[in-house]
């Protein structure tokens, strides 16, 4: 009696095991919905560069380097556009922004002074430098001085290897910044 009652209850087991997929794969499936409606276009860009402009900032006089300084804050500047990106700063002369580093002469003859302009840049932002060959105070940068600040991930710059970067127009069209 127990091997009757042991091969009936392997019996019932094999035939559950020889069902279960059947059971489980024969669920019938519902119809198909009808197609969503399309969503509006966004608008143009590259989430992978930002783009600033910024001006009235306060300057000052570092006597230890002799040269006018400025720190901007720019949360767009991370650790991964610092560690492998790239930060492009471009000055505004006369409507046209020029990439820094930027020199020039001032004057002409005996009183001519060479000036230039530089950045640096760091997590959160960048220190612009404004310097003059005769190493003193008088050449004062104005305030309404505008800066174009561009922040970008190594993969953006990789995507577009052969923009001129000294060209803010070519960067500007390349890299779909709006103004």
């Not at 019932?12 to 489980?24: C, D, G, K, Q, S």
């Not at 003859?109 to 612009?128: Q, Y």
């Not at 000294?166 to 069209?173: A, I, L, P, R, S």
Request: proline fraction near 3%.
């Amino acid at each position: 009696m127990k091997t009757t009652k042991l091969k009936i209850g392997a019996l019932l087991l094999a035939i559950a095991v020889a069902l279960t997929p059947v059971l489980l794969t024969n669920c019938a499936k519902g119809d198909t919905g009808p197609a969503g409606t399309n969503g509006t276009n966004g608008t143009n860009g590259n989430a992978n560069v930002k783009s600033g402009t910024f001006q009235n900032m306060t300057w000052t006089f570092n006597n230890a380097t002799l040269r006018w300084e400025s720190v901007v804050s720019y949360s767009a500047i991370t650790q991964e556009v610092v560690t492998s990106g790239a930060v492009l700063v471009y000055i505004d002369i006369n409507g046209y922004y020029v990439q820094l580093p930027y020199s020039y002469v001032l004057g002409t003859g005996v009183n001519a002074v060479i000036v230039w302009w530089e950045a640096e840049h760091f997590v959160g932002g960048v220190r612009l430098k404004l310097h003059n060959s005769d190493l003193d105070n008088l050449v004062v940068p104005q305030s309404t001085a505008k800066f174009k600040i561009v922040a970008m991930t190594a993969s953006a710059r990789a995507a577009h290897p052969d923009v001129d970067t000294k060209n803010y127009q070519e960067v500007k069209t390349s890299y779909g910044i709006s103004e």
